[in-house]
């Protein structure tokens, strides 16, 4: 999109070392698409990717270890703002 809707968009997941390597695969990917890692194991991004996401999810079968989140607000985002430059 060319112009940021204001909400954040927050990949979360804690996907189990039985799955340590769709893991590593599914945490590529999604860096791939241009999230920025925001904690260890927490991915931000201003634009909608669910498709791309529930589509990582499907295809590695972590489904219920990866939530999507849309957020109004994070706290101190300054730097998030400049990473994206919105």
Same mark, same amino acid.
């Given at each position: 999109?060319?112009? #940021?809707?204001? !909400? #954040?968009?927050?990949?979360?997941? &804690?996907?189990? &070392?039985?799955?340590? /390597?769709?893991?590593?695969?599914? /945490?590529?990917?999604?860096?791939?698409?241009?999230?920025?890692?925001?904690?260890?194991?927490?991915?931000?991004?201003?634009?909608?990717?669910?498709?791309?996401?529930?589509?990582?999810?499907? *295809?590695?079968?972590?489904? *219920?270890?990866?939530?999507?989140?849309?957020?109004? !607000?994070?706290?101190? &985002?300054?730097?998030? /703002?400049?990473?994206?430059?919105?």
């Amino acid at each position: 999109p060319k112009k #940021w809707d204001g !909400k #954040w968009r927050i990949v979360v997941f &804690d996907i189990s &070392d039985k799955k340590k /390597r769709y893991r590593e695969i599914f /945490r590529e990917r999604i860096k791939s698409l241009g999230l920025y890692k925001f904690q260890q194991s927490i991915y931000v991004y201003p634009y909608p990717c669910f498709d791309q996401v529930e589509f990582l999810r499907q *295809v590695f079968g972590v489904g *219920v270890e990866v939530k999507y989140i849309i957020a109004e !607000k994070i706290e101190d &985002d300054e730097q998030l /703002r400049n990473h994206f430059r919105i």
